[in-house]
């Protein structure tokens, strides 16, 4: 799976998942909604500049803190079509896989990265390119299993599509 796309937003280091769904905003659990307010605590225009298939990138230890599923189904309503980070804490990271968001982790990349900057992940191969500066990153692989629950947008499509071949 090769995911080539443009950075439009950027945020820091300890990116809680309270402050990317805050508790304060959320009016409801449906995506579009949790959409609308994705990061607003952090960032106001965020939703304004997230459009549909833009990359969103991290710093070290991105959505920490609680298990919410609210904080990866915001990011992916609001047009986060992978998100690229130093280090995420664990459990973001399978919910964001689970629910079908891409995610990738590359120590570093949040000083190399800027808002406007074009990249082209491989998922499988484990390279991350910067083709405006030439550079290409390895990233650990990700297993085939996970590119394909991210191919037919998450566990719960994946197990439908099993079980409708019983």
Known sequence: MI?????????????????????????SSKP??????????????????MKPGGVLVGGKNFGC????????????????????ADFFARIFYRNA?????PIVECPGIS???QVGDTVEVDLEKGTLKIPGTGETLKISPMPLFLIRRLEVGG???????EFQKR
């Open 97 to 101: 896989v689970n629910l079908g968001l």
């Open 155 to 161: 566990l719960i499509p994946e197990l439908q599509k």
């Open 32 to 49: 579009d909604a949790l959409g609308r307010i994705a990061c607003k605590g952090i960032d106001p225009y965020f939703v304004d500049k």
């Open 111 to 113: 000083q190399k990265l």
């Open 3 to 27: 995911i080539r796309s443009t950075v439009l937003a950027k945020l820091g280091d300890n990116i809680a998942t309270e402050m990317i769904a805050a508790a304060a905003f959320v009016t």
């Open 65 to 84: 803190s609680s298990s919410r599923e609210w904080a990866p189904v915001a990011l992916k309503a609001a047009g986060v079509k992978l998100i690229i």
